[in-house]
């Protein structure tokens, strides 16, 4: 049996997605996170079958503001560590140890996943040791494997730099670990991210509906209208 973790804060106002406070409220920012969960939540509804699904969350102690969105066939437990490398390794640790053969684990900052992406990147791993899903910003969303390896969640450099899959690649061909990619997407950090998003999905009805419909009335309701100039800065008003 193969099991995916999800990882992703409590969407507490002023303490998620805070990198969009440039254009969002605090509480918008948080709400907007709730949507990213309900839409991975419904992806996740055509793997359960097949595949165990639990979720890391942190900070600990609100886990309730989100259990009206997390499903029964969904196991929950905080993240543990000091930094981000450290509360990866720990939940991909404590999944291995329940006695599966890979563990994926994947952000949630990335509402347009689709079930086929998941299944994807488990078949990588039949032929590899590791599978990263690749985000624009040089980071990545997605990483698994068919053992805990600690060592690939120690990079020398900041979380979130554009070096971070190289650098992890890098560590991975250092201890002779074969490395698939699974398939590239942005991850919704900064408003730059969002309105991308929006550009590209906001007339597809199949993929990520709730942070799509979330998005349509946010702009409706402070009529918001998006143009980039020549320099490739958005602007809005």
């Avoid at 690749?134 to 730099?161: C, E, H, Q």
């Amino acid at each position: 049996m193969n099991a995916l973790i999800l990882m992703s804060r409590v969407p507490i106002p002023g303490k998620t997605k805070t990198r969009l406070m440039d254009i969002l409220s605090g509480k918008e920012c948080a709400d907007l996170h709730v949507n990213f969960l309900r839409d991975l939540v419904s992806t996740f509804e055509c793997l359960k079958e097949n595949i165990d699904i639990y979720m890391t969350y942190a900070p600990e102690n609100p886990i309730e503001l989100i259990e009206s969105i997390i499903p029964d066939f969904i196991s929950c437990f905080p993240q543990e560590g000091q930094d981000l490398g450290d509360r990866m390794y720990n939940a991909i640790s404590k999944v291995f140890s329940l006695g599966y053969e890979k563990v994926i684990l994947i952000g949630s900052d990335v509402p347009q996943l689709l079930g086929i992406d998941i299944l994807a990147a488990f078949n990588i791993l039949e032929g590899c040791d590791l599978v990263l899903g690749p985000t624009y910003d040089g980071g990545y969303y997605l990483v698994g494997m068919n053992k805990a390896y600690k060592r690939i969640f120690s990079i020398d450099k900041k979380w979130g730099a554009k070096s971070v899959l190289e650098a992890t690649i890098e560590i991975a061909n250092d201890i002779n670990l074969s490395v698939g990619l699974a398939n590239k997407y942005r991850d919704i950090d900064t408003s730059d991210d969002l309105f991308k998003f929006i550009d590209k999905y906001r007339d597809n009805n199949l993929v990520a509906p709730n942070t799509i419909n979330f998005l349509k009335e946010w702009r409706e309701k402070d009529e918001i209208w998006i143009n980039r100039n020549d320099k490739g800065i958005y602007k809005y008003k």
